[in-house]
């Protein structure tokens, strides 16, 4: 085994996440936590790149709020029906502009009506040894989510089900609103009789999954976000760490990584950091990664459409990873990410920017998405060497630099597993990760 074996091998990535997981729990955005893990990541980015780091504004309970107020909306517009379909109609609005415009678009729309925390966002640059033609970032969220009780507790076929039966419920409600409200007219006043209110008390039948939602949220559990976050943040800073240690400084193109906070509760660190920068990014010649949930060696995929398939990537950078992995060997895809998921890019590309996203994650909803097993113990390494394969072949593609070739991908030898790391130096002093 040569000298240089395993210093960026599988292993490191798992043990840094290892240790980011136990020294930082519950990296919800906004939090002390999360800042912590941020602050320690940038601090050892330093040695290899110019770091900058960004406060913004985040309201942590804003994004998944709909569950409450949507669901009473929709609860409300249920009671009201029989009354009055013009309130019901009203509420029905109501339900579906929180639900689509907060949740599904991840529009800052109820921002104001939550408390205010502070997040940030650090960009790390490794500079070109001359001058810079072109920009490459790699993407990824240090922040982890709430966790989402119904799944872990009923698994993923109940809750697509509870959740489709919310949309079929809201569309039968709406359905027999406007046929009522057709029949009554004028402003929709009267109590309901006969079919009308016969098709009402069917409706009750809808209850049950609606009163469900109120649950849907466990605001006292923050995930360990080992893959949903993690994971594409151990591979993307690996890179920068990686150049540094094998002297490699691009001609003519900057590698950056952006290490957003806020990911999880509506993309929020990746829209402020375009709020700052997209103005002042040559949008032809730079093209930004994002790295999430890096889990299924057999599911790499290169996305092609997210955000609930509404924001479609940017087709240059689709095909330029399409290339480099096919030049690096690594086996993947390229496809729509699973409805309901969606990544950092989404931001980047609504934003106008050059953009593509790199999910590993099983289409069937695996028990550890977004729930407690999302955890440190729960991680492939396969896969995240595989990624990172796949993101020197995007450096080497986009850069028109041949790199891959100079990293000795040899299997690391094993962990001692009291230190959470594959080289001793690397780690901070306890007193340090307290801090």
């Not at 002042?280 to 599911?299: I, K, P, Q, Y």
């Not at 790199?358 to 999302?374: E, F, G, K, S, V």
Request: hydrophobic residues 45%; negative net charge.
């Amino acid at each position: 085994m040569s000298e240089n074996s395993g210093q960026f091998g599988a292993n490191d990535f798992s043990a840094k996440i290892k240790y980011l997981c136990k020294k930082f729990p519950k990296r919800e955005a906004g939090s002390d936590s999360e800042r912590a893990a941020s602050d320690l990541i940038a601090e050892k980015l330093s040695s290899c790149a110019e770091v900058t780091k960004e406060d913004f504004a985040v309201f942590p309970s804003a994004h998944m709020s709909w569950t409450i107020i949507s669901t009473t909306a929709i609860i409300l517009a249920y009671a009201a029906y029989f009354f009055s379909t013009l309130v019901a109609a009203t509420l029905l609005v109501v339900a579906c502009a929180v639900y689509v415009g907060e949740y599904m678009l991840c529009k800052r729309l109820l921002d104001p009506l939550f408390k205010k925390a502070m997040s940030q966002n650090v960009t790390a640059v490794r500079r070109s040894s001359e001058e810079a033609r072109r920009r490459l970032y790699f993407v990824a969220h240090v922040d982890a989510t709430r966790e989402w009780r119904i799944k872990r507790r009923f698994g993923g076929v109940m809750f697509i089900i509870q959740r489709v039966s919310n949309v079929v419920g809201v569309v039968y409600l709406t359905a027999i609103t406007v046929a009522r409200w057709a029949l009554v007219g004028g402003v929709g006043a009267g109590i309901a009789e006969g079919v009308m209110l016969w098709m009402g008390v069917a409706g009750s039948i809808f209850l049950f999954t609606f009163f469900a939602t109120y649950f849907f949220i466990d605001p006292k559990n923050v995930v360990d976000g080992a893959n949903d976050g993690l994971s594409g943040v151990a591979v993307a800073t690996t890179v920068l760490r990686a150049m540094e240690e094998k002297g490699i400084r691009l001609k003519d193109t900057d590698v950056g990584v952006i290490l957003t906070g806020g990911s999880s509760c509506g993309l929020r660190g990746a829209k402020a950091w375009c709020d700052a920068h997209a103005h002042e990014t040559d949008g032809d010649n730079t093209m930004f990664v994002a790295l999430n949930c890096l889990r299924e060696a057999n599911a790499i995929n290169i996305d092609t459409v997210e955000m609930n398939w509404i924001v479609k990537n940017d087709k240059d950078a689709i095909d330029s990873a399409r290339k480099a992995a096919e030049a690096a060997g690594v086996k993947c895809s390229a496809k729509r990410i699973p409805f309901g998921s969606t990544t950092d890019a989404a931001a980047f590309t609504q934003a106008g920017l050059k953009s593509v996203s790199i999910t590993a994650m099983d289409r069937n909803l695996p028990d550890y998405y977004r729930t407690r097993y999302d955890s440190y113990d729960n991680l492939s390494e396969e896969c995240m060497e595989n990624c990172f394969r796949l993101l020197l072949g995007i450096v080497e593609q986009y850069s028109g630099e041949e790199v891959l070739s100079r990293f000795d991908f040899a299997e690391a030898e094993p962990l001692d597993p009291e230190i959470p790391a594959t080289r001793k130096d690397e780690l901070p002093s306890e007193e340090q990760a307290e801090q």
